[in-house]
T-cell receptor, first 116, second 115 residues
Framework: AQKVTQTQTSISVVEKTTVTMDCVYE???????LFWYKQTASGEIVFLIR??????ENATVGHYSLNFQKPKSSIGLIITATQIEDSAVYFC?????????????FGKGTQLIIQP | GPKVLQIPSHQIIDMGQMVTLNCDPV?????FYWYKQILGQQMEFLVN????????KSKLFKDQFSVERPDGSYFTLKIQPTALEDSAVYFC?????????????FGPGTRLLVL
């Protein structure tokens, strides 16, 4: 069974700095897909970025980038030049590549607090 | 990004009653999902749905749960009868393709409280 683990419960950083959030996963599949979502204070869930397991290059979208270390089953999220509005709970999720296996498995989330 | 809408945003009902949660998925999406989030925890998959059929469901998708999307209208999650442990936030998601073709986009959730 697939499993996603986020060990950091909460991180607090000063605005305009860079933060990294960790995520490790377990899967038996050779093909899988990794996602990061954030959940705002209002509860809204926003898709941020994804990494397909067969791609060697780390994904980058705006000020979000991923540190994909396949041998370590690790997919860290890096946020550069953080802003107050980046304060949220960040969830890592995985989807396995087998036919019919479209469910997302989520980690428990990391609360990010951006301080002025 | 693509928007998924959910109605109502909050619902309070008495245990044993029926409740229907409504989801308006992204217009060109064909695959639909429900997830459940208990306060302070991660979202957990309930069910996915395509072409009028349940494709996959988890252990959380009890016999009291059902889903449908009649005639391209709302994608609904019905719970009948409700139980106290059904209190949670229910998120609907949709995607345009299966497998590796697309990303699931989430609605804002319906906060269900069963008394």
């Amino acid at each position: 069974a697939q499993k996603v683990t986020q060990t950091q419960t909460s991180i607090s950083v000063v605005e305009k700095t860079t933060v990294t959030m960790d995520c490790v996963y377990e899967t038996r599949d050779s093909s899988y897909f990794l996602f990061w979502y954030k959940q705002t204070a209002s509860g809204e869930i926003v898709f941020l970025i994804r990494q397909d397991s067969y791609k060697k290059e780390n994904a980058t979208v705006g000020h979000y980038s991923l540190n994909f270390q396949k041998p370590k089953s690790s997919i860290g999220l890096i946020i550069t030049a953080t802003q107050i509005e980046d304060s949220a709970v960040y969830f890592c999720a995985m989807r396995e590549g087998a036919e019919g296996a479209d469910r997302l498995t989520f980690g428990k989330g990391t609360q990010l607090i951006i301080q002025p | 990004g693509p928007k998924v809408l959910q109605i109502p945003s909050h619902q309070i009902i008495d245990m044993g009653q029926m409740v229907t949660l409504n989801c308006d998925p992204v217009s060109n999406h064909l695959y639909f999902y429900w997830y459940k989030q208990i306060l302070g925890q991660q979202m957990e998959f309930l069910v996915n749905f395509y072409n009028g059929k349940v494709m996959e469901k988890s252990k959380l998708f009890k016999d009291q749960f059902s889903v449908e999307r009649p005639d391209g209208s709302y994608f609904t999650l019905k719970i009948q009868p409700t139980a106290l442990e059904d209190s949670a936030v229910y998120f609907c998601a949709s995607s345009s393709h299966r497998g590796n073709q697309d990303t699931q986009y989430f609605g804002p959730g319906t906060r269900l409280l069963v008394l």
